[in-house]
Nanobody, 116 residues
């Protein structure tokens, strides 16, 4: 099993920055892609950004140019640097890890609230 724990969420004003971190533990040998999803009230969970073990990144259109995902394979961590935050970024952010067999693991989430 793989356990994921997020940290770094909080309340920030529009235009501000936050850095989210996710620590993975357990049977991590088969993990390929790690990423961040978010879910706002009444909306479906959506992909924010992802990164492969080799460092290939993918970003959702609304966060391109503002968010940066990074990964430290040695420390088994993934981070999301969020700059120029907007009220529309308000959501619970979930860390995700996907194995080579496409099995998904999820953290419990961390709340990001952006005030106007």
């Amino acid at each position: 099993q793989v356990q994921l724990v997020e940290s770094g969420g909080g309340l920030v004003q529009a235009g501000g920055s936050l850095r989210l971190s996710c620590a993975a533990s357990g049977s991590i040998f088969g993990i390929n892609v790690m990423g961040w999803y978010r879910q706002a009230p009444g909306k479906q969970r959506e992909l924010v950004a992802s990164i492969t073990r080799g460092g290939t990144t993918t970003y959702a259109d609304p966060v391109k140019g503002r968010f940066t995902i990074s990964r430290d394979n040695a420390k088994n961590t993934v981070a999301l640097q969020m700059n120029s935050l907007k009220p529309d970024d308000t959501a619970v952010y979930y860390c995700n890890a996907r194995s080579y067999q496409f099995m998904d693991y999820w953290g419990k989430g961390t709340l990001v609230t952006v005030s106007s």
